[in-house]
Nanobody, 127 residues
Framework: QVQLVESGGGLVQTGGSLRLSCQTS????????IAWFRQAPGKAREAVAC????????HTVASLKGRFTISSDKPKSTVYLEMSNLEPEDPGLYYC????????????????????WGKGVTVTVSS
């Protein structure tokens, strides 16, 4: 079955950097588009970035563009989220997610239903 396991979360100072990893199994990154989502306490879950398996693209939502970058290592079945210049608004639970189908650049902007989720990893930002 599809499994997604996030790692790399932790505590970082404002302005610092962090790289999250999503180790996948039971799927092919060529057949499942992957996305990162996040959710802060009391707030709705929001998209962060996504891979388009239909066109081989990477995309970061407009509000995070320039600070967050998604990438993948297909031989390792791993997806990464590189975060830089972290801000007090960035802490929360970060999820790796996968969806069946072929999707192109920017699909996570449209909030399609997601079939598979990791358990999430916590990111904390200190002043």
């Amino acid at each position: 079955q599809v499994q997604l396991v996030e790692s790399g979360g932790g505590l970082v100072q404002t302005g610092g950097s962090l790289r999250l990893s999503c180790q996948t199994s039971g799927l092919s990154l060529d057949r499942y588009p992957i996305a990162w989502f996040r959710q802060a306490p009391g707030k709705a879950r929001e998209a962060v970035a996504c891979l388009g398996n239909g066109d081989g693209s990477t995309h970061t939502v407009a509000s995070l563009k320039g600070r967050f970058t998604i990438s993948s290592d297909k031989p390792k079945s791993t997806v990464y989220l590189e975060m830089s210049n972290l801000e007090p608004e960035d802490p929360g639970l970060y999820y790796c997610a996968a969806k069946w189908g072929a999707y192109n650049r920017g699909w996570c902007d449209y909030h399609y239903p997601i079939e598979y989720w990791g358990k999430g990893v916590t990111v904390t930002v200190s002043s």
